[in-house]
C-alpha cells in the first residue's frame, strides 16, 4: 500500500516538472523583453519595466498566486459582464501557477539579464559596427554568447529557487507531488515517509539541475578563453 502512494506521488513529478518549464520559459520571455525595456533609450520603457520589477519582488509568491488564481478572473469576469460580453475567464491551477511564476521570476531574470548585458564589452560591439556585421549577427555572435555566460550564475539560482516555488501551486489545487505527498499522508497517517518522499524528488531535481547547468558553464568558460587566446 505504501509503496503504491509512493509510486503515485513520483508519478505526479511529471506535473511538476511540465509546470516549472513552462514557468521558466515564460520568466525567460518576459526576462529579456524587460532587461531590453530597462536598457533601451525610452524613458517610458524603462519606467515600465522598472515599476514591474519593484512591484512583484515586493509581494509574497503565495499572495501573488492566489490574486492570480481568484481576484484576475473575478475582475476581468465583471469587466466582461458590465460590458455585454457573454464569456467567463477561468484560470486552472496550472495556467494560474505558470502565469504566477513567470511572473515571479520574470522579474528576477530581468536582473540577471541587465546584468550580464552591462557587462559585455562594449568595444567588442563598437568593432563588429566597424566591421559592417548586422545587429543581428552582432547578437547572435558576440552578444548572446557571452550574455549567457554572464548570465548563468544568476540563472541557475533563479531556476533552482522557482523549481521548488512550484510546490506552492499546489495550494490552488494543482496535482504536482506535493499535493499526492500531502494526500497519501493524510491517507496513511505517514507525514514522514511522503513529505521525505517528496524532499528527496525536488533534491534529486536540484542535484541534477546543478550537474546539467555546471557543465553548461564550463562549456561557455571555455569558449570564452579559446576566443581570447
Known amino acids: 500500500m505504501t509503496f503504491d502512494y509512493i509510486l503515485t506521488v513520483l508519478a505526479a513529478g511529471r506535473v511538476t516538472l511540465a509546470l516549472a518549464a513552462s514557468a521558466l520559459l515564460l520568466s525567460i520571455a518576459i526576462g529579456l523583453l524587460c532587461a531590453w525595456a530597462k536598457l533601451s533609450g525610452s524613458r517610458t520603457a524603462r519606467l515600465l519595466a522598472g515599476s514591474y520589477t519593484t512591484v512583484i519582488r515586493g509581494i509574497p509568491d503565495l499572495v501573488l498566486m492566489l490574486l492570480v488564481f481568484y481576484s484576475f478572473p473575478a475582475l476581468v469576469n465583471l469587466w466582461l459582464e458590465e460590458a455585454g460580453i ?131 558553464r564550463r562549456r561557455y568558460a571555455l569558449h570564452a578563453r579559446g576566443a581570447k587566446s
Open 86 to 216: 457573454d464569456y467567463m475567464l477561468e484560470l486552472g491551477p496550472f495556467m494560474a501557477g505558470t502565469v504566477t511564476l513567470g511572473l515571479i521570476f520574470g522579474a528576477y531574470m530581468t536582473e540577471t539579464f541587465r546584468t550580464a548585458l552591462i557587462n559585455i564589452p562594449r568595444d567588442q560591439i563598437e568593432a563588429a559596427h566597424a566591421y559592417g556585421m548586422r545587429r543581428l549577427h552582432i547578437f547572435r555572435r558576440i552578444v548572446l554568447p557571452q550574455m549567457i555566460r554572464l548570465a548563468l550564475p544568476g540563472f541557475t539560482n533563479n531556476w533552482l529557487v522557482l523549481a521548488k516555488a512550484t510546490a506552492l501551486v499546489s495550494l490552488i489545487g494543482l496535482q504536482d507531488v506535493m499535493f499526492r505527498a500531502k494526500g497519501a499522508a493524510e491517507a496513511t497517517r505517514q507525514p514522514f515517509t511522503f513529505y521525505l518522499v517528496a524532499a528527496g524528488f525536488y533534491l534529486a531535481l536540484t542535484v541534477i539541475s546543478l550537474l546539467l547547468l555546471h557543465r553548461l
